[in-house]
């Protein structure tokens, strides 16, 4: 089993819908977790992270940490054709730990 | 500023030829990652260095992959002989100390690998 699941996709919504997107994993000991997005034919760039558990919210972007259910979410509202993307979730064990495990990632297509 | 630099950006080779990947890191960032990224296994972290020196490289997958970083603005990530289940995109990212819980991790355009 690995540490990170993330459902792959693709999601495809319409305009103005909101988008859930979602990530478990195993390591009780993961306290930081982050959002990238990644573009076709680009590299991930880190959309948003929190801390432990609690919601985070960026404009139309709110991340949600559950650790007693050692589950993540990233919810888009309003959302847009820009936002069509690859959506990864990272976390790692503590603020000097070097290394972030990644989901594999989910595809989201937003039609207009 | 200028982001994080790979080169090339598409590579196509036959099997069991050497491939040399590029790194340049942005300026001042003292960690640089080397990732590989497929369908099946999502982003993989490969090797990683703090001040030039390997820190670990326990996800290098085999004897044929060797990375280095002589300097602190280049770093190479070498595979000799390439084999088809190799093929990828590699990606290089680099940071500053003091971001590992935060995760700002910047990364590069990628190197598109193909081995036939």
């Known amino acids: 089993q690995k540490e990170v699941e993330q459902d792959p996709g693709p999601l495809s919504v319409p305009e103005g819908a909101i988008v859930s997107l979602n990530c478990t994993y195993s390591n009780s000991a993961f306290q930081y977790f982050m959002w990238y997005r990644q573009y076709s034919r680009k590299g991930p760039e880190l959309l948003m992270y929190?801390?432990?558990?609690g919601n985070k919210e960026d404009g139309r972007f709110t991340a949600q940490v559950d650790k007693s259910s050692k589950y993540i979410s990233l919810f888009i509202r309003d959302s847009q054709p820009s936002d069509s993307a690859t959506y990864l979730c990272a976390m790692s064990a503590g603020y000097n730990t070097d290394k972030l495990i990644f989901g594999t990632g989910t595809r989201l297509q937003v039609f207009p | 500023d200028a982001g994080v630099i790979q080169s090339p950006r598409h590579e196509v080779t036959e099997m069991g030829q050497e491939v040399t990947l590029r790194c340049k890191p942005i300026?001042?960032?003292?960690?640089l990652f080397w990732y590989r990224q497929t369908m099946m296994r999502g982003l993989e972290l490969l090797i990683y260095f703090n001040n030039n020196v390997p820190i670990d490289d326990s996800g290098m997958p085999e004897d044929r992959f060797s990375a280095k970083m002589p300097n602190a603005s280049f770093s190479t990530l070498k595979i000799q002989p390439s084999e088809p289940r190799d093929s990828a995109v590699y990606f290089c990212?680099?940071?500053?100390?003091?971001?590992?819980?935060?995760?700002?991790?910047?990364f590069g355009e990628g190197s598109r690998l193909t081995v036939l």
């Open positions: 990212a680099s940071r500053k100390s003091g971001q590992g819980g935060t995760g700002e991790l910047f």
């Open positions: 300026s001042g960032h003292d960690y």
């Open positions: 929190t801390y432990s558990s």
